[in-house]
């Protein structure tokens, strides 16, 4: 079975700087694909980036960008310049690209951006 | 806009209580899903299910039925609830991986359940 973990329950940075998650993940999968969701407090689950395995090159999307390192099963989420609104948790979720489709989801992050 | 609902977004019941969550999406998706989301596990998958009529378990069932009449409707149903189902519950939807390959999710905004 696919599992996803997470290793930081709570992370705290200040305005503006930059911050990093990290996410690991098990599967005996070759093709799959990974992804961040971010849930503020208006509890509305939204989709920052995905990363699909067989790409080599890592996703980015505006301030959000991912280290993904496939053989160490790795896929860290990096947020630059970090805003107050960045402030939720943060999930990252895994789904394989056979049999049940299904999201795998880590434990979360909670992210707070101080001013 | 593209959206789940779901039908409450707090619930407060009684212990052995027969509970009913309701999802709707209208994106015409086939595959819909419910999870748990509690402090520290994440987000859990209890049910989900392909098409009309169709369910599979998750990874924790127990405790839980689904109902899918219609392609848009996805119903939770806890039989006798406890107070160890307090928690916050999810739906999501998604398109059929044949009919749409960017994979990708769409979720209610959650119905906090509290079982007292």
């Known amino acids: 079975a696919q599992t996803v973990t997470q290793s930081q329950p709570e992370m705290s940075v200040q305005e503006a700087e930059t911050v990093t998650l990290s996410c690991t993940y098990d599967t005996s999968e070759s093709n799959y694909y990974l992804f961040w969701y971010k849930q503020p407090p208006s509890r509305q689950m939204i989709l920052v980036i995905r990363?699909?395995?067989?790409?080599?090159q890592n996703a980015t999307e505006n301030r959000f960008s991912v280290n993904f390192q496939k053989a160490a099963k790795s896929f860290s989420l990096k947020i630059s310049d970090s805003q107050l609104g960045d402030t939720a948790m943060y999930f990252c979720a895994f789904t394989d690209t056979q049999g049940a489709q299904k999201l795998v989801f880590g434990q979360g992050t909670r992210l707070t951006i101080n001013p | 806009d593209v959206k789940v609902t779901q039908s409450s977004r707090y619930l407060v019941k009684r212990t052995g209580e027969k509970v009913f969550l309701e999802c709707v999406q209208d994106?015409?998706?086939?595959?819909m899903f419910w999870y748990r989301q509690d402090p520290g596990l994440g987000l859990r998958l209890i049910y989900f299910?392909?098409?009309?009529?169709?369910?599979e378990k998750g990874d924790i069932p127990e405790g839980y039925s689904v109902s899918r009449e219609k392609k848009e409707r996805f119903s939770l149903i806890l039989e006798s609830a406890s107070t160890n189902q307090t928690s916050m519950y999810l739906c999501a939807s998604s398109p059929h991986r044949g009919r749409q390959a960017n994979y990708g999710y769409t979720f209610g905004s959650g119905t906090r359940l509290t079982v007292v």
């Open positions: 994106m015409d998706h086939e595959n």
């Open positions: 299910s392909y098409d009309v009529k169709m369910k």
């Open positions: 990363q699909e395995a067989y790409k080599q």
